[in-house]
């Protein structure tokens, strides 16, 4: 999981990185004709920099639709504010399937976290399909003298921020969070023992846990992962409460016909399951998970209910 500073001197100091979502309601009724759809380039809003979790997937994802839909569908980094950026600029874009946006948990954490939003999280959007889940892993500095989760928590505006804050709950401990503007930025510091405790997605972490570059506590995850076999969930180390999975999705600002909504549905499900995919998602640890337009927007609802309880408890304010 994603912006703003740093605090330093703090005796213990966490990075939370984005992870990303909104609230998405119902399409209305189609307006026009779909039949020529796509004639023209797709623009497809990556709400994040380049580099990260949220770009890697956008651009396989752009690949295989460009190749699906007869036409380009060509990426566009969008970062800042945590996703907001991004979502803005498609919610303000027409509503004629020619603008569509990948998303992530950090959308449905901003309507409780922001007070004022350039767009509506619930009204602004339709929902097109879930793509992909990404579990989180907790990683420290090996010069960090704890081995385990456990031992850790004993010396001791995104998803991953809240993920946090949700340990800071669920563990009764007192991180203080350290925002990012990326990924790369964040595993830079942690890699340099600047930081000592870090959520983050397992294809930014699981090459330097290997190379024995940074330590796996516990993966935030209801079960292990294929790429990290050997790192013990949460639950299993003693937290069974505490769970973040980061979550893909394919929104499109609202009004969008439901034919194209449909049509892009249709191939996202395609692509993501598709047997030649199989093995490039696996080395990313990267499960394809695609849904209705329906069940993706009851998924998100769920989502923000989640995180409003966090932001609650926590006491957060992004402004």
């Known amino acids: 999981m994603a912006v703003g500073g740093r605090l330093l001197r703090a005796p213990l100091r966490l990075l939370s990185l984005a992870v990303l979502g909104a609230a998405l309601a119902p399409w209305p009724a189609p307006a026009q004709t779909t039949a020529a759809w796509p004639s023209k380039p797709v623009r497809f809003i990556l709400p994040f920099p380049p580099g990260g979790g949220t770009d890697i997937l956008g651009r396989i994802i752009a690949e295989r639709l460009t190749a699906s839909l007869g036409q380009p569908v060509v990426t566009e980094n969008r970062g800042g ?64 003298p704890a081995a385990t989760l456990a031992e850790f928590i004993r010396g001791s505006g995104t998803s991953n921020h809240l993920a946090g804050e949700l340990f800071n709950i669920v563990a009764g401990v007192k991180l203080v969070h350290v925002p990012y503007k990326g990924v790369n930025l964040a595993m830079n510091d942690v890699l340099s023992g600047q930081i000592h405790l870090v959520v983050i997605g397992v294809p930014a972490a699981a090459p330097h846990i290997k190379a024995g570059k940074l330590k796996a506590l516990a993966l935030v995850a209801p079960q292990r992962a294929a790429a990290l076999p050997e790192v013990a ?24 016909p439901k034919a194209i909504v449909t049509r892009l549905n249709a191939e996202l499900v395609k692509a993501m399951h598709a047997p030649d995919l199989k093995e490039r998602l696996e080395a990313m640890a990267t499960d394809p998970a695609t849904s209705t337009p329906e069940e993706f927007a009851d998924y998100i609802k769920k989502e923000i209910a989640k995180w409003e309880e966090v932001v609650r408890q926590a006491g957060l304010k992004a402004d």
């Open 81 to 144: 504010a945590g996703g907001n950026v991004g979502a803005e600029a498609a919610a303000r874009s027409a509503p004629d399937g020619y603008t569509i946006v990948l998303v992530a948990p950090s959308l449905a954490i901003s309507k409780s976290l922001y007070s004022k939003l350039g767009y509506d999280a619930v009204k602004d959007f339709a929902p097109v399909s879930l793509v992909a889940t990404v579990p989180n892993v907790m990683v420290t500095h090996p010069s960090v």
């Open 233 to 256: 969930t949460v639950a299993e180390a003693g937290l069974p409460n505490f769970e973040v999975t980061t979550w893909y999705g394919i929104l499109a600002p609202a009004g969008t």
